[in-house]
């Protein structure tokens, strides 16, 4: 902070002299000697040690680890060994996953990254922001993410929201002008300061500080950073504090019944906490990290980058899409199409005078489309103008300005949005020629000019008592696969509200254009005043809402979320940070603004809304097969697991020992690593993604408990047929209990009739093989021995294969009773319950 009060109390050339520098920047053998000796700002990293922990934050775990550690000090090595060897697998092939999924997300990551128009050797170009080094000499321009802590050399009309480091919600207003010294960090207004946006006018300024060294970096490294939760991460924080409820039930059970047998108090603790580890999918972190991991990759491949892993499952609960009109329903290139007078009839003085009110970047096309298409029109007659001042656009004024010398006269010209240029012009004409090109789909700036000799500068009370000069009318042409793109949105479920800036006839002729059907249309003035409620009822089912301000875009965002939609946004002008800030899942573009970039969870390459239905299919496929493992897991886990308590109740011996417990689950989970690439149906991928408590407490309860009995029906065929006790007993459910939870996996991974109407991704199919492959083949190996296994006789594989094959047929016909359509119950009012049952048949 001092040395940011030091900086800002140098006049621009002091500023410039100590560090080093002049007003043409650096040389690029300066820059080069700089930056070797100056420290960089690291690209992102993905900390195994931080991962490896990760995998520890489990108190279950820790005590089983614990119990295990008395079990070898009290003698029972043998035990502790394998409990210990199958806990290191377990959290190595956990590990291992998530390690590789965070370095891919985080190498995607750093293809989104900003960049700044920097001064090297007097010309200017556009370089990587983390190439700046002290000295660099930067142009700061609308929407621009200021990337260092820097000096202010000249500012024009410019604005940056410092939010991020004052708290402030006003921009504060900036000039090149020394600050006295005792001022604090939100008054040092001849600085710009990293993580600051840019929201109006422009500037040149002197890098002083990067990296840590700037007053953004010393904050943070006095503060974790964390991340919001997500609706996913909620649901999932929810899940596991249910599983927990069911572990601590289980666990109190178990050494209850223990203590009432007068069992070994450890054997019956060590037992109990195998079984609390049991009912948790272990493998859930990495089984997640899988597949969201290559639901990133599929995505890339469809242009389509994810800043956050997690953000994919929110793209597939989006039920409503608030996107913009220019380059998702139209190709986003605008060109000139008429140059018009006040009455609308051809002229070229619009784009002559317009022109001198466009400020054009030295090697480079205006970052405005209107601007660029302005810029690349042919002019037959360009005035001989000198530049005197500029005032550069804003989306509150929503024009520009500048101070022109013409033919010896000093000239005001502004360009900007028709209504507000007609509205500070003395005479009235234009509004009809506006009119009639909105409703023939072209955008319409407004130029218009007054004399003003004498004067130096100019400020925005200037912009009132205007000429009209002319309109300059933009064609920009209908997407080929809009029409297209906004019918798999709808099939997907999701309602598209286009919001935009434009006349509300150009966005109607637009739609009809496209042959899209929206059933609501609203100008940003119907808005104000409508509450959350009525405002969500209008537009949740797909709407256009035109002259549209940045505030209003993010009121509708939240307004639709206050009714309970998941609410995508797609922008990428400086205007639309506020709305992707308040969406659930905010998506920009590659080519869009820094802040806007910085302000999304997913960026796309291709603003396209195709892509953005690409996106929330995969998305919606990453959480199906997601939600497969849990509803398995954790049916199958509290299953057995509640058949083993059940089981120690009235057995003179364990039913399994702890390292059969978690073998089972090792090897189960680890055949279940594969399910990230299996297919989900197309009614599924239909759906919105939504976590669904509920829905998995009943799965669970259901479907566990009918694992439960045929474990029961196992248990009575082993003890009454085979007559096995002991090792005998343990190797028998081991077999049947890993059949049963791997198979069934081909069942209940659809809701459709297996096989037949919904075949299994091949790597699943492989994968439930090898598991009941390896889970009949161990105990004849000398490694089952180890794990207190004997060989079984055929016969009893023979019983176990009927009992799966009888389980799976119940397990369809369960899964069809518990998914089948219920009609609504009729609601019958309270005065007329008492004479129906009076009535109704016993």
């Known amino acids: 902070m001092s040395d940011a009060a030091t900086w800002a109390g140098l006049a621009p050339d002091e500023a410039l002299a100590r560090v080093g ?45 614990a119990t295990a550690i008395g079990a070898a000090i009290v003698g029972d090595a043998s035990e502790a060994v394998i409990i210990a060897v199958i806990l290191v697998a377990s959290v190595g092939l956990s590990f291992a996953n998530e390690y590789a999924a965070e370095r891919a997300a985080a190498r995607l990551s750093e293809t989104v990254r900003p960049t700044v128009v920097v001064r090297r050797d007097g010309r200017e170009e556009r370089v990587d922001a983390a190439e700046l080094v002290p000295g660099d000499v930067i142009r700061l321009a609308l929407g621009a993410l200021v990337p260092a802590d820097a000096r202010l050399l000249e500012a024009d009309e410019l604005e940056c929201d410092e939010a991020a480091l004052t708290g402030e919600d006003e921009p504060r207003v900036k000039s090149a002008a020394a600050v006295p010294p005792g001022r604090a960090l939100g008054d040092l207004n001849s600085m710009v300061f990293t ?52 572990a601590v039930l289980l666990v109190a059970s178990i050494v209850v019944t223990g203590l009432v047998l007068r069992r070994s108090p450890l054997d019956t603790v060590l037992f109990a906490l195998t079984i609390a580890v049991g009912v948790t999918p272990q493998l859930l972190p990495a089984v997640l990290a899988s597949s969201l991991a290559r639901g990133a990759r599929q995505l890339a491949k469809r242009k389509v980058l994810v800043k956050r892993l997690v953000c994919i499952e929110d793209l597939g609960a989006v039920t409503v899409l608030v996107t913009d009109k220019t380059g998702t329903l139209t190709e986003g290139s605008p060109s000139l199409a008429a140059s018009l007078d006040p009455s609308g009839s051809e002229s070229v003085d619009a784009l002559s005078w317009g022109l001198l009110a466009t400020d054009v970047p030295p090697g480079e096309l205006p970052s405005n489309v209107l601007d660029a298409a302005l810029v690349r029109a042919p002019d037959p007659s360009p ?96 997407k080929r696969d809009a029409e297209e793109a906004i019918g798999r949105l709808r ?87 506020l709305a992707l800030h308040a969406a659930d899942v905010g998506i920009s573009v590659l080519s869009g603004t820094d802040v806007a970039r910085e302000a999304a969870d997913i960026v796309l390459l291709d603003k396209s809304l195709a892509v953005v239905a690409d996106g929330v299919a995969e998305g919606r496929r990453v959480f199906g097969n997601t939600i ?22 009235f057995l003179p011996f364990l ?71 002991g090792a005998a007993f343990q190797t028998g459910w081991f077999v049947e209990s890993l059949a049963t939870q791997a198979v069934v996996v081909l069942v209940i991974r659809t809701r459709r ?53 009888a389980y799976v047929v119940v397990i369809d016909v369960a899964k069809w009773l518990f998914f089948r359509p219920r009609p609504p119950r009729p609601v019958v009012p309270h005065r007329l319950r008492r004479r129906a049952a009076a009535v109704l048949p016993r």
């Not at 700002?41 to 279950?60: D, E, G, K, M, Y």
């Not at 964390?226 to 609706?231: D, I, L, S, V």
């Not at 002259?547 to 639709?560: F, H, M, N």
């Not at 497969?628 to 109740?649: D, E, P, Q």
Request: net charge positive; with cysteine; glycine share 8%.
């Open 21 to 65: 520098s002049s007003p043409r920047g650096l040389t690029e053998a300066e820059a080069r000697a700089r930056a070797a000796r100056a420290p960089r700002p690291r690209a992102q990293r993905v900390s195994a040690l931080v991962v490896l922990a990760r995998q520890f934050r489990n108190a279950i775990l820790l005590l089983l680890i």
């Open 195 to 246: 993580g600051s946006v840019v929201r109006s006018g422009e500037g040149v300024a002197v890098v002083v500080a990067t990296g840590a060294d700037t007053v953004f970096g010393s904050i943070a490294r006095g503060v974790t950073a964390r991340q919001p939760e997500t609706e996913f991460q909620v649901g999932l924080r929810r899940f596991s504090r249910l599983l927990l409820i069911v």
């Open 383 to 478: 005035l001989a103008a000198r530049r005197v001042a500029t005032l550069p656009f804003d989306h509150e004024r929503m024009m520009s300005s500048a101070l022109v010398d013409v033919g010896g006269e000093r000239w005001l010209v502004v360009k900007g949005a028709a209504e507000r240029v007609l509205a500070r012009c003395a005479a009235t004409a234009g509004a009809e020629a506006v009119r009639r090109e909105a409703e023939g789909g072209r955008r319409v700036l407004a130029v218009a000019r007054k004399r003003l000799d004498g004067r130096e500068d100019i400020s925005p009370p200037d912009e009132n008592g205007l000429d009209l000069v002319g309109l300059l009318a933009f064609a920009d042409p209908p």
């Open 491 to 577: 099939a997907l479920g999701i309602a598209v509200v286009v919001a935009t800036g434009d006349h509300p006839l150009a966005a109607r002729r637009l739609l009809a254009d496209l042959g899209v059907a929206l059933p609501t249309m609203l100008t940003g003035a119907d808005l104000d005043g409508v509450d959350y409620a009525e405002l969500a009822r209008r537009i949740a089912d797909g709407a256009v809402l035109a002259r549209v301000s940045p505030e209003q875009k993010e009121r509708v965002v939240r307004a639709l979320r206050a009714a309970g939609e998941d609410v995508g946004f797609l922008g990428d002008g400086v205007n639309d940070a």
């Open 628 to 649: 497969k493992y849990v509803l398995m897991g954790t049916s199958a886990n509290f299953g057995n697991m509640l058949s083993a308590a059940v089981a120690s109740s």
């Open 655 to 725: 039913p399994m020992l702890p390292g059969q417990v978690l073998l089972t689950n090792l090897l189960y989970d680890a055949g279940q690593l594969s399910i990230s690439t299996d297919r989900v149906d197309d009614e599924q991928v239909r759906r919105p993604a939504r976590w669904d408590l509920g829905l998995v407490r009943r799965y669970m309860l259901v479907f566990g408990a009918l694992s439960s009995l045929f474990d029961l029906v196992t248990f009575a065929v082993l003890l009454g047929a085979f007559s096995a006790t």
């Open 753 to 805: 009739f297996p096989f037949l109407r919904s075949r299994p991704g091949l790597f699943l199919a492989l994968s439930v093989a090898a598991t009941v492959a390896v889970g009949w083949i161990l105990p004849y190996s000398p490694l089952g021995r180890l794990f207190g296994f004997v060989p079984p006789p055929v016969a009893l594989l023979v019983a176990m294969a009927v009992i799966v094959v």
